[in-house]
């Protein structure tokens, strides 16, 4: 107890590319920080609600119009956790001989609970309802992404940096078919590869005009 605390957040995110979509995300959560010592520190979450909607422009709702995949995945959307939302561990290693290294994972789930109680609620009635609010879903989804940073500092200036970043994201339950799209792991921008605008790089990030059917990409 001395060493953990229980957390009680809202916030809002308003995310805007430009010529392609705006969004809103509302959140809330309710978990605990605990630091175990100066190297090792956890985040859970027990309750957890997110509430997504996109907004899009007419050039990216084209596009979506005529991807399902995309359709789908980028909607109105809730993602919920009312036992366990999500948990987040950091370790960050003690320099020595000019070296250091940091490890950060996160797992995620999202609508385990709703789902559990859609089943045995059709399972009692006899029905094959899926729950939602309106037109806006509960998403079900696992997710976990590793991070892996190590650092050598070759001089008082100059300091070689490495990064291993692992991600995997899978739907599941008979009413997700896709990942939600801002879950979607992406290439590009200013927390990875900063040459590239997020989510330019990568398949569908430009067309290869030595491919001979382009229609197909």
Partial sequence: ?????TRLSFDYDYVNIADFYTYQAFNGFIG???NVDNANRFRINTIGINYLRPN???RFDSIRNNNE?????????????????????????KPKLGRSWAF???FEISGAEILGSNQLYNALSSNDKQFNIGNTNFE?????????????QL??????????????ATPFGPYSQEVPYVKQF????ANSIRAWEIRELGPGGFIDTLTINNANR
């Fill in 104 to 106: 950060n994972t996160n």
């Fill in 32 to 34: 605990y920080d605990l």
């Fill in 69 to 93: 995949f995309l359709r789908r995945s980028f909607t109105d959307q809730f993602f919920t956790g009312f036992l366990f939302r999500d948990l987040n561990f950091t370790h960050i290693g």
């Fill in 1 to 5: 107890r001395d060493k953990s605390k």
């Fill in 140 to 152: 079900q989804y696992v997710r976990l992404q590793v991070d892996l940073r190590h650092y050598w």
């Fill in 186 to 189: 992406a290439a590009g921008g």
């Fill in 155 to 168: 001089s008082n200036k100059v300091t070689l940096a490495h990064r291993f970043n692992l991600g995997i």
């Fill in 56 to 58: 899009f422009e007419a």
